[in-house]
């Protein structure tokens, strides 16, 4: 079984829509990301988790919430989609040694 | 304002030959990552870099840290088709201003 998983792996959805993209992990790690990532521009950092009370922003956390309900998982919402955070959405997790262990990814687009 | 630039940005070249990524930083880092990803895959990890002079080698890929030209380097040797891919590099100052700024990727393309 995969150590980092994201559900779901794709998505569409209409503008003005409440979506979440949930991601879990059997690592055991204490910190958590999430990243976006559009063509040509690399992977940019939405919100990252120390741990289950530790919640930071973020390089472009505007549009966008989490909740880490566990140590295992981490969400991302998007409380109302617009067409420009159509984008892989990958999760990620680190723990000593700072490997960083990303899920599959969840494709997602906004009409 | 924290940049990551990396080059070149696709990069082809003949199996067997040499040749090295830059990655290039603007201000102070924590770590810096190198990772790897394939066309329609995810990302995965190759190096972590922690601290001034690290090198880290793994087969043919061997990735070093100067921090104080603010500079990596991920250094291809006797290049296979196998290591074709996108090359990403990342600055991790999430500990002084929540920042990881990824550079663009190196888009690798080794030619048979």
């Known amino acids: 079984d995969a150590d980092v998983t994201q559900t779901p792996r794709n998505r569409i959805t209409k503008t003005g829509k409440r979506i979440m993209l949930e991601c879990s992990q059997t690592k055991g790690h204490d910190r958590m990301y999430w990243y976006r990532q559009d063509p040509g521009l690399g992977l940019r950092l939405i919100y990252y988790s120390f741990d289950v009370k530790d919640i930071n922003k973020g390089e472009i956390s505007d549009g966008y919430s989490v909740s880490r309900q566990a140590q295992a998982k981490f969400s991302l919402s998007l409380e109302s989609a617009i067409p420009n955070q159509t984008a892989l959405y990958f999760c990620a997790t680190s723990g000593p040694g700072d490997t960083q262990y990303f899920g599959p990814g969840t494709r997602l687009t906004v009409l | 304002e924290l940049k990551v630039e990396q080059n070149p940005l696709f990069l082809s070249m003949q199996e067997g030959k040499n040749y090295t990524i830059y990655c290039n930083y603007s201000?102070?880092?924590?770590?810096l990552y190198w990772y790897r990803q394939d066309p329609g895959k995810s990302l995965e990890s190759l190096f972590v870099l922690l601290s001034n002079g690290a090198v880290k080698q793994e087969g043919r890929l061997m990735a070093s840290l100067d921090t104080k030209a603010r500079l990596s380097t991920l250094h291809i040797t006797a290049a296979v088709h196998d290591l074709s891919a996108t090359y990403f590099c990342?600055?991790?100052?999430?500990?002084?201003?929540?920042?990881?700024?990824f550079g663009k990727g190196t888009r690798l393309h080794i030619l048979p």
């Open positions: 990342a600055v991790d100052r999430s500990n002084r201003d929540d920042k990881i700024i």
């Open positions: 201000t102070t880092s924590d770590r």
